[in-house]
C-alpha cells in the first residue's frame, strides 16, 4: 500500500506562484509513479504533471507548460508541483496520486494511479 500527503495549497493572486508537496510512503513498487491532479469547479479532474521514481523522466500537460514544474527530492521522496503565472482558472483542488509499477514516462491519465492523497486547495483570485 501507499499513503499520499499533500500540502501547500493555498490562496494567490493571478499572477503569483505557489508550490505543492507530495509525500509518498509505502512500498516503492506501487509509487513507480508520481503525479499531480486538478479538479477544477464544473470540469472533470485533469492530471498536469507526473515523474517517473525511476529515471525522474517528466510529463507536463500541454495546458500548464511554461508555468509549472514538477520535481522529486530523492533524499525525501518528496514530489513538487512548482506553479507559476497563476491564473484564475487554475483555481480547483489539487491532488497526487501514485501509480504502481516501473515507467519510462509516466502518464497523466487517471486510470493508471491507484493511489490518492486527499487533495489540497488552489485559489488563485484577485
Known amino acids: 500500500q501507499v499513503q499520499v500527503v499533500e500540502s501547500g495549497g493555498g490562496s494567490v493572486q493571478p499572477g503569483g506562484s505557489l508550490r505543492l508537496s507530495c509525500d509518498p510512503s509505502?512500498?516503492?513498487?506501487?509509487?513507480?509513479?508520481v503525479a499531480w491532479f486538478r479538479q477544477v469547479p464544473g470540469k472533470e479532474r485533469e492530471g498536469v504533471a507526473a515523474i517517473s521514481a525511476g529515471n525522474l523522466a517528466i510529463n507536463v500537460a500541454d495546458s500548464v507548460k511554461g508555468r509549472f514544474e514538477i520535481s522529486q527530492d530523492g533524499s525525501k521522496d518528496t514530489v513538487y508541483l512548482q506553479m507559476y503565472n497563476l491564473k484564475p482558472e487554475d483555481t480547483g483542488i489539487y491532488y497526487c496520486?501514485?501509480?504502481?509499477?516501473?515507467?519510462?514516462?509516466?502518464?497523466?491519465?487517471?486510470?493508471?494511479?491507484?493511489?490518492w492523497g486527499q487533495g489540497t486547495q488552489v485559489t488563485v483570485s484577485s
Open positions: 496520486a501514485a501509480a504502481p509499477g516501473a515507467w519510462a514516462r509516466c502518464p497523466t491519465t487517471r486510470r493508471e494511479y491507484k493511489f
Open positions: 509505502g512500498d516503492p513498487y506501487n509509487r513507480g509513479c
